[in-house]
């Protein structure tokens, strides 16, 4: 199992970026896939997950700001961020694991075990 994430960086308020993680090695059915952020001094939060069917659940703190996607195959997963702010400046994480549906994913994510390696993400005022 691996994961694999690209797209981090430092941005001004109000930019825009794009996260992307690749997965591979998963040979389970009802994957689900999200992304999750620690910002330095914080607890690990969810952000977006999707699920097998494609439904998403997204943190208050985002929605409609970010979407998050995944390729045709399902071993891609995107996180495509707008209206960046300073208090998104966290590491970025992708995570992959069986899970009920994307709601479940993005609340339970204590037991997620497939982690990526994380990107930085910087937004500066």
């Known amino acids: 199992v691996r994961l694999v994430e690209s797209g981090g960086g430092s941005v001004q308020s109000g930019e825009s970026l794009r996260l992307s993680c690749v997965v591979s090695?998963?040979?389970?059915?009802?994957?689900?896939m999200g992304w999750f952020r620690q910002a330095p001094g914080k607890q690990r939060e969810g952000v977006a997950t999707?699920?097998?069917?494609?439904?998403?659940t997204y943190a208050d703190s985002v929605k409609s700001r970010f979407t998050i996607s995944q390729g045709n195959a399902k071993d891609t997963v995107r996180l495509q961020m707008t209206n960046l702010k300073p208090e998104d400046t966290a590491m970025y994480y992708c995570?992959?694991?069986?899970?009920?549906?994307?709601?479940?994913?993005?609340?339970?994510?204590?037991?997620?075990?497939?982690w990526g390696q994380g990107t930085q993400v910087t937004v500066s005022s």
């Open positions: 995570a992959a694991e069986q899970c009920m549906g994307s709601y479940y994913l993005l609340r339970d994510f204590v037991v997620i075990q497939n």
């Open positions: 090695g998963f040979t389970v059915d009802r994957l689900c």
């Open positions: 999707i699920d097998y069917d494609g439904n998403t």
